[in-house]
């Protein structure tokens, strides 16, 4: 794994960022043996972008990194600097990671479902912890207010709706493109990954459509319970679920709707919505350890359930290569998982 990205000419990436205060590493490649097993008789492999390397991580650290070099780069002093995040634990760890290794302060607002050893992860970074509310959008709330309050504002980070945030995370398709023209995998004939919010969707689009990839169609992935961008592909406009329709225990996933950029994006592309239970959620990760020795937290877990089901939405586009975004997570351990599994309807 090299330390160095390869942007396209036209991105802005490189006139940010160079490779002495790049926060993320070029993440391996890889073609998945036991998953590929899978499809035996389809005559297909699954190739795995393995984000989950990342140091903080997860995949939230290419655009965190590349947001939060540009806010240290624009001001005068690091003691004028403090980042404010609210975060299901994935961005809120990466603005911590990123917080220690650019040295400024950091404060990470939380709702009161993260599990407390996340909570310390992010503490451990060096990070101050705020824990607020019950889901994200109440956590988000007070982390603007205390931005405000703070005269911060413009150091208040987001965890998934800004322009920075996704030219960070187009950088993932710079990398599979490259392994592409470097003949390490195929091109995909179809790529699979995991909503929330949707900042890493429109990070993948945007790479994909640099390259001219747009003809790839797309399988994203929620739980039910965090249905959002499934939800507003069903009623073909952006629809913010109510507070009672968001019952995933996947909190990493568990917003109320993905951001605009995310729904008019997807708009360009071929993309099939579909849904998995908390319970397939859980249950890949597990395989998933097992086959590949690589943890991973359920929000993850939901994209490798579509392989271990082997499910129509997929089997029906017949991919001879299939593109799997092993986006990682930090808020598990396999005891968790095992135990989170038991409370979990079959």
Known sequence: MGLTTTISPDSSFDKIINTKTQLHINSPMLESLALSKLFKE???KVWMKVDALQPSGSFKIRGIGLLCNKLVSEKKSKDDV???CSSGGNAGKSVAYAGRKLNVKTTIVLPN???EATIEKIRDEGANVIVHGTIWDEANTFALELAEKEGCSDCYIHPFDHPLLWEGHSTMIDEIY???QNGICEKPDVILFSVGGGGMMIGILQGLE???WNDIPIITVETIGSHCFWKSCQEKQLTKLDVSEVTSVIKTLSTRSVC???WEISQRFNIKPVLVTDRDAVEACLKFVDHERILVEPSCGATLAVLY??????LDLNPKNILTIVCGGNGTSIS???DLLQTLPK
């Open 309 to 314: 089901k082997k499910l129509p939405t997929l």
């Open 178 to 180: 490259q392994d592409f």
């Open 42 to 44: 389809e005559n297909s």
């Open 336 to 338: 968790q998982l095992n």
């Open 113 to 115: 479902t993260i599990p």
């Open 82 to 84: 403090h980042f404010i």
């Open 260 to 262: 605009s950029e995310a």
């Open 210 to 212: 640099r390259y001219g």
